[in-house]
Protein backbone atom coordinates (compact mmCIF):
# COMPACT_ATOMS: atom_id res chain seq x y z
CA UNK A 1 0.00 0.00 0.00
CA UNK A 2 1.08 3.45 -0.64
CA UNK A 3 1.23 5.73 2.53
CA UNK A 4 1.63 9.58 3.32
CA UNK A 5 2.48 9.76 7.10
CA UNK A 6 2.31 13.25 8.95
CA UNK A 7 3.08 13.21 12.67
CA UNK A 8 3.47 16.66 15.17
CA UNK A 9 5.68 15.48 18.06
CA UNK A 10 6.59 17.50 21.14
CA UNK A 11 10.01 19.01 20.99
CA UNK A 12 11.97 16.07 22.54
CA UNK A 13 10.65 13.43 20.49
CA UNK A 14 10.62 14.91 17.46
CA UNK A 15 14.50 13.45 16.13
CA UNK A 16 13.48 9.95 17.10
CA UNK A 17 10.03 9.71 15.59
CA UNK A 18 12.17 11.22 11.99
CA UNK A 19 14.82 8.29 12.89
CA UNK A 20 12.01 6.13 13.47
CA UNK A 21 9.91 7.01 9.82
CA UNK A 22 13.26 7.16 8.09
CA UNK A 23 13.60 3.84 8.12
CA UNK A 24 10.55 2.62 6.83
CA UNK A 25 9.65 5.78 4.32
CA UNK A 26 10.68 8.25 2.28
CA UNK A 27 11.87 11.63 4.03
CA UNK A 28 9.80 14.25 1.68
CA UNK A 29 9.27 17.50 4.00
CA UNK A 30 9.23 18.21 7.71
CA UNK A 31 7.11 15.60 9.66
CA UNK A 32 6.24 14.34 6.30
CA UNK A 33 6.82 10.69 4.31
CA UNK A 34 5.84 8.76 1.66
CA UNK A 35 5.88 5.68 0.07
CA UNK A 36 5.11 2.24 -0.65
CA UNK A 37 5.05 -0.29 2.46
CA UNK A 38 3.20 -3.70 3.59
CA UNK A 39 0.70 -4.01 6.53
CA UNK A 40 2.60 -5.43 8.62
CA UNK A 41 5.99 -2.91 8.46
CA UNK A 42 2.93 -0.26 8.37
CA UNK A 43 1.45 -2.27 11.72
CA UNK A 44 5.43 -2.21 12.96
CA UNK A 45 6.20 1.46 12.57
CA UNK A 46 2.64 2.39 14.61
CA UNK A 47 3.51 0.30 17.25
CA UNK A 48 7.31 1.65 17.68
CA UNK A 49 6.02 4.90 16.71
CA UNK A 50 3.33 4.51 20.06
CA UNK A 51 6.30 3.89 22.11
CA UNK A 52 7.63 7.17 21.29
CA UNK A 53 5.02 9.24 21.56
CA UNK A 54 3.29 11.20 24.17
CA UNK A 55 -0.45 9.97 23.10
CA UNK A 56 -2.15 12.93 24.95
CA UNK A 57 0.06 15.69 23.00
CA UNK A 58 1.63 14.22 20.26
CA UNK A 59 -0.33 13.32 17.09
CA UNK A 60 0.44 10.89 14.15
CA UNK A 61 -1.81 10.90 10.90
CA UNK A 62 -1.64 8.08 7.85
CA UNK A 63 -3.23 8.44 4.70
CA UNK A 64 -2.92 5.48 2.86
CA UNK A 65 -4.49 4.22 -0.52
CA UNK A 66 -3.61 1.03 -2.71
CA UNK A 67 -0.92 1.96 -5.19
CA UNK A 68 0.47 5.77 -5.77
CA UNK A 69 -1.35 6.03 -9.03
CA UNK A 70 -4.66 6.24 -7.10
CA UNK A 71 -3.50 9.91 -5.70
CA UNK A 72 -2.35 12.42 -7.79
CA UNK A 73 0.87 14.67 -6.05
CA UNK A 74 1.66 18.70 -6.97
CA UNK A 75 4.69 20.43 -5.20
CA UNK A 76 4.59 23.87 -5.66
CA UNK A 77 8.06 25.47 -4.97
CA UNK A 78 11.12 23.14 -4.14
CA UNK A 79 10.92 19.63 -3.58
CA UNK A 80 12.55 18.47 -0.36
CA UNK A 81 13.69 15.58 -0.62
CA UNK A 82 13.06 13.46 -3.98
CA UNK A 83 12.83 10.19 -4.59
CA UNK A 84 12.96 9.43 -7.95
CA UNK A 85 16.50 9.23 -8.84
CA UNK A 86 17.18 6.20 -6.86
CA UNK A 87 21.03 4.58 -8.13
Known amino acids: MYVILVYDMGEK ?4 MLKLCRKYLNWIQNSVFE ?19 DLDTDSLIIFSSRTQKF ?3 QIIGKERSSIDNFL
Not at 35 to 53: N, Y
Open 13 to 16: RVAK
Open 35 to 53: GEISEVRLKELTLRAEEIM
Open 71 to 73: LDK
